[in-house]
């Protein structure tokens, strides 16, 4: 059980760094628990096309543009 939630744990950080102030914890765990039991690479590979998915949304990148702002970056 352990092993799967540090794979859990490394997932949510990799989506958070990835999507930034985008990312949303309850549609993240959404992604995990939807589809039910699965092997964990199935699992990895599912939440980096969510991932993939999130950063090319016209929101991401809004997000991604407040972020930067936020920075004091143009």
Not at 20 to 39: I, Q, S
Not at 53 to 71: E, I, K, L, V
């Amino acid at each position: 059980y352990h092993l799967g939630l540090e794979v859990f744990l490394q997932l949510r950080d990799e989506a958070e760094r990835a999507l930034g102030p985008c990312f949303d914890v309850k549609r993240y765990h959404a992604v995990l628990l939807d589809d039910g039991p699965m092997l964990m690479a199935a699992l990895e590979r599912k939440v980096a096309r969510w991932i993939a998915a999130g950063r090319t949304r016209p929101a991401a990148r809004a997000c991604d543009a407040a972020r930067a702002t936020s920075h004091g970056r143009p």
